[in-house]
T-cell receptor, first 114, second 111 residues
Framework: SAVISQKPSRDICQRGTSLTIQCQVD?????MFWYRQQPGQSLTLIAT?????????ESGFVIDKFPISRPNLTFSTLTVSNMSPEDSSIYLCSVEEGTGFRSFFGQGTRLTVV | DAKTTQPPSMDCAEGRAANLPCNHSTISGNEYVYWYRQIHSQGPQYIIHGLKNNETNEMASLIITEDRKSSTLILPHATLRDTAVYYC????????????FGKGTRLSVIA
């Protein structure tokens, strides 16, 4: 099973600033997925990151707000830009592995914007 | 949008079987049923998946009805550590397809 290291685990940020979240996987994967989980809610897909191409964003999410990098097959970053309190959420990265197409998740980044 | 419907919450006594239902009446022929759970403040964890036959692993059993329109996840001997939100997800059995999460069922295991 894939092991995913996500950093930071939590942060408290001032509004108007940006935070970059890192996701490192212990194996090479084609796609990495970024999710947001707002307080008390389920997970919502932000974007899909494929190495060597621009990320594909879901409706309601834009590159200017959530720029994503995918420099190689084991690493990705998600930046939350120009933050507001509404961005306070848990952000998770995920990869898929194995013949059963199982998904594995990082432990998440708990972001609080004040 | 999620293609599944689950009860918002359930309780289960410790040591008893927890049976979590899921309706997926619009499931397509090439779609599998996957179950994940999210223990508080952690990333979701894979439990089990299946197409049409019943499946069992070290964590749980999955019972899928013959018409595939519903399924039940069974935790045979629930413990306090099984308290979590359980998500039933329908998705194609193909690579690089993101998960679409519904609201899930919050299972509380009670001592």
């Amino acid at each position: 099973s894939a092991v995913i290291s996500q950093k930071p685990s939590r942060d408290i940020c001032q509004r108007g600033t940006s935070l970059t979240i890192q996701c490192q996987v212990d194996s090479q994967v084609t796609m990495m997925f970024w999710y947001r989980q707002q307080p008390g809610q389920s997970l919502t897909l932000i974007a899909t990151a494929n190495q060597g191409s621009e990320a594909t964003y879901e409706s309601g999410f834009v590159i200017d707000k959530f720029p994503i990098s995918r420099p190689n097959l084991t690493f990705s970053t998600l930046t939350v830009s120009n933050m507001s309190p509404e961005d306070s959420s848990i952000y998770l990265c995920s990869v898929e592995e194995g013949t059963g197409f199982r998904s594995f998740f990082g432990q998440g980044t708990r972001l609080t914007v004040v | 949008d999620a293609k599944t419907t689950q009860p918002p919450s359930m309780d289960c006594a410790e040591g008893r079987a927890a049976n979590l239902p899921c309706n997926h009446s619009t499931i397509s022929g090439n779609e599998y049923v996957y179950w994940y759970r999210q223990i508080h403040s952690q990333g979701p964890q894979y439990i089990i998946h299946g197409l049409k036959n019943n499946e069992t692993n070290e964590m749980a059993s999955l019972i899928i009805t013959e018409d595939r329109k519903s399924s039940t996840l069974i935790l045979p001997h629930a413990t306090l550590r099984d308290t979590a939100v359980y998500y039933c997800i329908v998705r194609p059995h193909s690579g690089n397809t993101p998960l679409v999460f519904g609201k899930g069922t919050r299972l509380s295991v009670i001592a």
